[in-house]
């Protein structure tokens, strides 16, 4: 029985958010060439984090989303 949920996008920027609020990455798929689809392990709260994010009221530090961007970059150059 699977207990731990996850939670795809395709939006670089969302993802780097929600690593920075603490969702982990838990994998990748190459959807086609030039688009690729991250596997987050999903909390109670992603929902809330996503209209926050949209509504331009998310808060992180932007040290650490700033990290994640550039984790996130390095990793598809790497990767693929």
Known sequence: MK???E???SDFYLTAYLLASGLELI???KTDPHRT???LR???ERE?????????KGSVNPLAYKDKIQNLK?????NY
Do not use: E, R, V
Not at 48 to 56: D, K, P
Not at 74 to 78: E, I, P, Q, S, W
């Open 3 to 5: 207990t731990n949920k």
């Open 7 to 9: 939670y795809t996008s």
């Open 27 to 29: 994998g990748t798929t």
């Open 37 to 39: 689809l991250f596997i």
């Open 42 to 44: 999903d909390i109670p």
């Open 48 to 56: 809330a984090l996503i209209q926050s994010y949209y509504a331009g």
């Open 74 to 78: 390095a990793m598809l150059h790497n």
